[in-house]
């Protein structure tokens, strides 16, 4: 098991950037996959994003695709997701989960962090 805390969420104008992370502790953080989620008011939660073990393969959703980059950082146990270009429709509470695969289903993640808040302002 992984404990995974969320930080980085805030309000922002539409066209701002922001830069969430994803801090894990436990053991073997490297074996995961590790995901980002968002969840809207009144929407499923749906997927954003996607890092293998090494960080050498991401897989992101095509409305993410070109705004948003995940990455990661075995040595600090922490994943990340740089936010440009921000929009009004990416308002939502974001959260990390870690994996066993790249699945963009949630119940695929058996661990999930509390998730951070991000408001884009119109």
């Known amino acids: 098991q992984v404990q995974l805390v969320e930080s980085g969420g805030g309000l922002v104008q539409t066209g701002g950037s922001l830069r969430l992370s994803c801090a894990a502790t436990?053991?073997?953080?490297?074996?995961?996959?590790m995901a980002w989620f968002r969840q809207a008011p009144g929407k499923e939660r749906e997927f954003v994003a996607a890092?293998?073990?090494?960080?050498?393969?991401?897989y992101e959703a095509d409305s993410v695709k070109g705004r948003f980059t995940i990455s990661r950082d075995n040595a600090k146990n922490t994943v990340y997701l740089q936010m440009n270009s921000l929009k009004p429709e990416d308002t939502a509470i974001y959260y990390c989960?870690?994996?066993?695969?790249?699945?963009?289903?949630?119940?695929?993640?058996?661990?999930w962090g509390q998730g951070t808040r991000v408001t884009v302002s119109s």
């Open positions: 890092i293998s073990r090494s960080g050498q393969s991401v």
């Open positions: 436990g053991r073997d953080f490297g074996t995961y996959v």
């Open positions: 989960a870690a994996g066993t695969a790249i699945v963009t289903t949630p119940q695929f993640y058996d661990n």
